[in-house]
């Protein structure tokens, strides 16, 4: 093992890429890959539909609130060491949610799993920069960033394959017995990092405020579905998440080591990138959430029909991805922004006035199609016009923003159907399609005014 990144590369390096990708897929896959299991869990565990959500949220909310705090860990204690720690959290925590035999113990399964993620993820991709240079460095970072829509689509399957088969605990334990591997691969392949320079400060109250603030808004958005969304409750924690932000904002001005420079927030690119990655990561797990409820607790299919008919989804969701990285640079960002949420908004409509089981498969491919070019339009604008020194921070305020999408979209949509999440109705589906499909016209709108020219989106 070499004690430090060399200059002229790693020996190891496209294996180390390797372990590092597949530890990173773990954590894209436990964003989906539990949505087919839901309604078992719910059944074995007798869980409420608030909870439910959480099932999702609670792992989203804080791998993207911890993320910015875990990146900063890494500088200070070295990335390998930050890595290997998050990687045993992870791993550990997936055997504690598998073996949860309360609502409980497996929303605290979730949480872990979510701290893990925040200290793996950000220090994995620090690994992969460290590790290659020039055009090696950018085809390993295209590997890395593939696993992102391959891996979130890919985890519908396997679930509805582990859910099916040898039970939804397993959707778990998988990442049991291939967590401990890479783990002791990567203790001897990786290289010691250089140390933190001295003085250097960890912002804890600034990852308190964005994830307690977050908390806030998720949980405002749950329980707007049985109290009603103009309670005096909805609206009261509406506005502590607001205020959090607020301070969250405040407090990054003045202290000296902040979590996230604010000021990235404002530029045009920047502001842009993280609006249409929220949609499309709010867009894409409301159509699995949507699915999956759908195919199993109306239509009576079993995990394994329902996880074969998100394959079309997944096929899709990669393919425009993979388009949209070859004519973006053409076309810009603009279009091909306005475009991908006119396409999951016709694709969310459809079941809204024709619900069937042949039009929801159809109909929610075509959504997947049009976010899978929303998640290549928000990383290039967001990060295409940074300069190399923000390029970190940067490419961190995305993948934060990211999760929130998640938790954001779980909770609206879970509120909005839980008519049908609760009884026999369809009601609730219809909502929920209707409500995503106004949201994302809405947002191509929005996109249209926002996104910058064609010089500014270039890759």
Avoid: C
């Amino acid at each position: 093992m070499s004690d430090s990144f060399a200059p002229g590369g790693h020996p190891l390096r496209w294996r180390i890429l390797g372990f590092l990708g597949v530890a990173q897929l773990m954590l894209i896959l436990d964003v989906t890959v539990v949505a087919i299991a839901l309604p078992h869990i719910e059944t074995d565990l007798g869980m409420s539909r608030e909870a439910m959500t959480w099932v999702v949220s609670a792992y989203t909310l804080t791998f993207g609130g911890l993320m910015l705090l875990g990146g900063r860990l890494a500088d200070l204690a070295g990335a390998k060491r930050i890595a290997l720690a998050g990687l045993l959290i992870f791993t550990l925590a997936s055997l504690t949610t598998g073996l949860a035999g309360s609502s409980g113990v497996l929303l605290g399964g979730r949480i872990a799993q979510g701290v893990g993620a925040a200290l793996l993820s950000p220090s994995a991709l620090s690994l992969v920069v460290a590790l290659f240079d020039g055009d090696e460095r950018n085809k390993a970072l295209g590997v890395w960033s593939a696993l992102g829509g391959g891996g979130a689509a890919l985890g519908v399957l396997l679930g509805g394959l582990l859910t099916a088969g040898p039970g939804w605990p397993w959707v778990f334990w998988i990442n049991v017995p291939i967590g401990l591997v890479i783990v002791a691969a990567l203790a001897r392949m990786l290289p010691r990092g250089a140390a933190a320079a001295p003085g250097a400060r960890l912002d804890v109250l600034g990852a308190l405020l964005v994830t307690a603030s977050s908390g806030a808004l998720v949980y405002a958005l749950i329980n707007a579905g049985d109290q009603g969304w103009l309670t005096a409750t909805t609206g009261w924690l509406v506005l502590a998440a607001a205020v959090g932000y607020v301070l969250f904002v405040a407090w990054q001005r003045r202290t000296r080591a902040p979590l996230m420079d604010v000021r990235l927030l404002v530029r045009r690119p920047v502001a842009t990138g993280t609006f249409l990655i929220l949609m499309a990561t709010a867009l894409t797990v409301a159509v699995f959430f949507l699915g999956t409820f759908y195919f199993q607790q109306e239509r009576g299919f079993g995990a394994l029909v329902t996880g074969l008919l998100f394959l079309p989804v997944a096929l899709l969701t990669m393919a425009a991805a993979n388009l949209t990285g070859r004519v973006i640079g053409r076309f810009g960002a603009r279009p091909l922004a306005v475009a991908g949420l006119l396409v999951a908004a016709l694709g969310l409509a459809i079941p809204a006035l024709v619900m069937n089981a042949a039009v929801v498969a159809v109909s929610i491919a075509v959504a997947g199609a049009g976010t899978g070019v929303l998640f290549v339009v928000a990383s290039a604008t967001a990060l295409g016009q940074v300069e190399p020194h923000e390029a970190g921070i940067a490419s961190g305020i995305v993948s934060t923003f990211h999760e929130f999408g998640a938790s954001l979209g779980a909770a609206v949509v879970s509120s909005v159907a839980a008519a049908s999440l609760v009884a026999e109705t369809l009601d609730g589906f219809r909502g929920g399609f209707t409500v995503f499909a106004v949201t994302a016209a809405v947002a191509s709108f929005a996109a249209g005014v926002l996104s910058p020219g064609r010089q500014a989106a270039r890759v």
